[in-house]
């Protein structure tokens, strides 16, 4: 008997499987929606755009695509994915369909656009109640990381346009809710700009700031309860001033340029004012130091700004750039925050750096490339791409534990959403059974069992 060949055995397929269901990991999404009362809510904002004797309502039309986003796709046409498993997202929209309320809500400008950011933010206000200790404000505050974000254009697209980095496309401005070492973030806010547009634009970065703090909570939109934090982006008189003018003064960790009035101060810092640099665990960082500086520099500023520098040895072989002084890496920062040693606060700036992982995950969930050609449709598209991230972080945090928290959308979709199922009708119910050897199965179940113990929304 002749031997099969190659790495792989050899399988006979057939196309005529029944109560299959593909990607039925996703019903973690299906469920969230549900629990969180996402689904209610966009229904009833987008309520005005729904036409007389209309088949499909345009709450669920949007969050299907959305849905599809998490999964995944990255243009309109890839709900047709939801569309071939209607026993696990119900009547999904003809692609025509889909494609009209797109331009039906871009036609409507601003008024769409807030009708689905006020759904969002009341959704997330129930969201952190459920998450309990999990929400991303149980030690008091909340931070808000400002970034910006290259988006590629393909194709000669409305406003887009050559970037500071020599591509061509959009440069959207975002913001994200840091979730902290025990999990991921969720997008507040994404300003859709030209590629062009400038990356230290006060006006943006007040725009974003503001479209981010309507998100939160109303404790939350006012107050030191509020951090801001941005990369040197952000150090703008304008932007800094705006800041401690708001209401009693938000918390503000800004990054700043390194000016020559700045690296000339850095030289008259006596070698005792230098404090050790610390890691997340509270233990020194060796090879670099911290320093506050004082007087005349910050003059102009707003009151009770401090500005802190923070002074490195650079890797071996790293290039060290015209700002640097004396051999060492030099970067600085302003924040309003008194009375906390500013090695404290230097680590808190720099885990600002987890907005990096935020905007890699938003790439690889629709934001890589805006699908659409004008403008409007593309700020639409943006509000889908928040809400697919969005469904990708209350997930986690509401029925995930342990490092599957930490697990960002690449990983989520590999290893959960994608698990295969059979979906079995007994009586009148029906129960769909995962794959007993896929090795993910019991996070699946476990983490819908933690959203079924979750009230319905009223």
């Not at 209610?40 to 987008?46: G, Y």
Request: proline content about 6%; some cysteine; aromatic content about 6%.
């Amino acid at each position: 008997m002749k031997q099969p060949t190659g790495s792989y055995p050899h399988v006979r397929v057939e196309d005529d499987g029944r109560a299959v269901v593909s990607q039925a990991g996703s019903v973690l999404l299906v469920e969230t929606v549900r629990k969180t009362g996402l689904d209610q809510a966009i229904s009833q904002a987008l309520a005005p755009w729904r036409k007389p004797r209309a088949v499909h309502d345009p709450g669920k039309v949007l969050l299907d695509v959305a849905l599809a986003v998490a999964l995944g796709g990255d243009c309109l046409a890839d709900v047709a994915m939801l569309r071939c498993e209607p026993a696990v997202f119900g009547p999904v929209a003809s692609d025509p369909t889909v494609s009209r309320l797109i331009d039906a809500l871009a036609a409507s400008g601003e008024k769409a656009l807030q009708a689905i950011r006020s759904a969002r933010s009341e959704v997330r206000q129930r969201v952190w109640s459920l998450a309990g200790k999990s929400a991303p404000d149980t030690d008091g505050q909340v931070t808000v990381d400002l970034d910006g974000v290259l988006g590629i254009a393909h194709s000669d697209k409305q406003d887009a346009a050559a970037t500071w980095k020599k591509t061509y496309g959009h440069h959207p401005l975002t913001a994200f809710v840091d979730h902290g070492l025990a999990g991921t973030g969720e997008p507040v806010a994404a300003l859709l700009r030209p590629g062009n547009a400038g990356s230290n634009t006060a006006a943006d970065h007040i725009t974003t700031a503001r479209l981010a703090l309507t998100q939160l909570p109303k404790k939350y939109r006012s107050g030191r309860q509020t951090l801001i934090r941005t990369d040197s982006a952000g150090g703008t008189h304008d932007f800094v001033a705006w800041l401690a003018k708001r209401g009693r003064w938000l918390s503000y960790s800004v990054g700043m340029v390194i000016t020559e009035t700045i690296h000339s101060h850095v030289h008259k810092i006596p070698p005792t004012a230098w404090t050790p640099a610390i890691e997340t665990d509270g233990e020194v960082r060796d090879g670099a130091w911290v320093a506050e500086l004082t007087g005349d520099l910050l003059t102009g500023w707003p009151k009770g700004m401090r500005l802190i520098i923070r002074k490195e040895r650079p890797h071996p072989g790293a290039q060290l750039r015209i700002t640097d002084a004396d051999g060492m890496r030099i970067t600085c920062f302003a924040t309003n925050t008194p009375d906390r040693p500013i090695a404290e606060l230097e680590l808190r700036h720099r885990l600002r750096a987890r907005a990096e992982d935020r905007i890699r995950a938003a790439r690889a969930t629709g934001l890589r490339n805006l699908p659409l050609h004008h403008t409007a449709q593309n700020k639409v598209w943006l509000e889908i791409v928040q809400i697919a991230l969005d469904l990708l972080a209350w997930m986690p945090m509401l029925a995930l534990t342990g490092h599957a928290r930490l697990f960002e959308p690449r990983r989520l979709r590999f290893r959960l959403f994608s698990a295969a199922g059979q979906l079995v009708t007994t009586g009148r119910r029906r129960i769909l059974r995962l794959a007993r050897h896929w090795p993910w199965t019991s996070e699946i179940t476990g983490a819908l069992e933690r959203l079924a113990l979750l009230p319905n929304p009223g």
